[in-house]
């Protein structure tokens, strides 16, 4: 296994097991790839509408699964 796969592995093992849709996940990962992105950051890598990015988002801070600073979101330190 090369070291890009094993760091690809170890993304995908780290999400959060409270996270039930394959969107949520894909956003998720998406932040924890990139380190932080914004809305319109997160529909050019993902490819979801802003519409369901915001409520997607909106779902995950209340989860405390990420958080905002200044419009960029990224994962929480604590979200397992």
Do not use: C, W
Not at 22 to 41: C, M, N
Not at 53 to 72: F, K, N
């Amino acid at each position: 296994m090369t070291a890009a796969s094993q760091d690809r592995y170890a993304a995908t093992a780290a999400v959060p097991e409270d996270l039930d849709s394959a969107e949520a996940k894909l956003v998720y990962l998406s932040l924890k790839t990139a380190g932080g992105a914004s809305v319109d950051e997160l529909r050019d890598n993902v490819g979801l509408n802003k519409l369901t990015l915001h409520s997607i988002l909106r779902t995950l801070r209340e989860r405390g699964t990420v958080r905002e600073d200044d419009g960029i979101f990224s994962p929480a330190a604590d979200a397992r």
